[in-house]
């Protein structure tokens, strides 16, 4: 299995909502990544989790909240969001952070704010 | 500057032509990515290099790190092959990806 999987594919949410995004991957790699997509931007670099803990936050708004249950999964909880974070959101998982780290990206999720 | 430049920004091209798109980039690196993200998002990792020149079926990724430069080829150029091409680098000293602006490519029938 080489895929990284997120769900859901789509999200609508209103300002005071809370949703959570989740991305699993099974195949045993210990480095999961968020990243924030603009339209016609590259990716930004929103957390890393190395070994089920945070290694790097980007000082990313705390209405931004992110979760590493187990290495498999990687959560990203969502609360009082702003429609500028409307965006693409992926996840993205490596065999080890850092050097060698060939990351494989999930399809993401389309997040739109009212 | 950005540390990873990518060019041309645009690229339109006939079915059956053969692609050029380069990066240059400013720091040193641990390795490059070139990236292919199709409309509706989801990023395919299409090949990692350090040294030399990779090949899969076809398309051919070269990296020249004394000139910190890479090239991505694409031969027999086909509109399924239209996206956008990202090119990222792995820094020696950090753990993250730096990525370029992206190179958009349409290829017509």
């Known amino acids: 299995d080489t895929e990284v999987t997120q769900t859901p594919k789509h999200l609508v949410m209103g300002m005071t909502n809370k949703k959570s995004l989740k991305c699993e991957q099974h195949?045993?790699?210990?480095?999961m990544y968020w990243y924030k997509q603009k339209a016609k931007k590259p990716p930004e670099l929103m957390f890393v989790?190395?070994?089920?803990?945070?290694?790097i936050n980007e000082s990313v708004p705390s209405r931004f909240s992110p979760e590493c249950p187990n290495s498999s999964l990687l959560n990203l909880h969502l609360h009082a969001l702003q429609p500028e974070d409307s965006a693409l959101y992926l996840c993205?998982?490596?065999?080890?952070?850092?050097?060698?780290?060939?990351?494989?990206f999930g399809p993401g999720t389309r997040l739109t704010v009212l | 500057k950005n540390e990873v430049e990518q060019s041309p920004q645009n690229l339109t091209a006939q079915e059956g032509e053969f692609i050029t798109i380069n990066c240059s980039y400013s720091v040193g690196i641990s390795a490059l990515h070139w990236l292919q993200q199709h409309p509706g998002g989801g990023i395919v990792s299409l090949f990692m290099l350090s040294s030399g020149k990779k090949k899969h079926g076809r398309l051919i990724a070269t990296i020249n790190i004394q000139e910190k430069h890479s090239s991505l080829h694409i031969t027999a150029s086909h509109p399924r092959d239209s996206a956008v091409y990202i090119c990222a680098v792995m820094e020696t000293s950090g753990s993250r990806l730096t990525f370029g602006e992206g190179t958009q490519l349409t290829v017509n029938p």
């Open positions: 195949m045993g790699h210990r480095a």
């Open positions: 989790y190395s070994y089920e803990k945070l290694s």
């Open positions: 993205a998982s490596s065999r080890l952070a850092g050097v060698g780290g060939e990351q494989f």
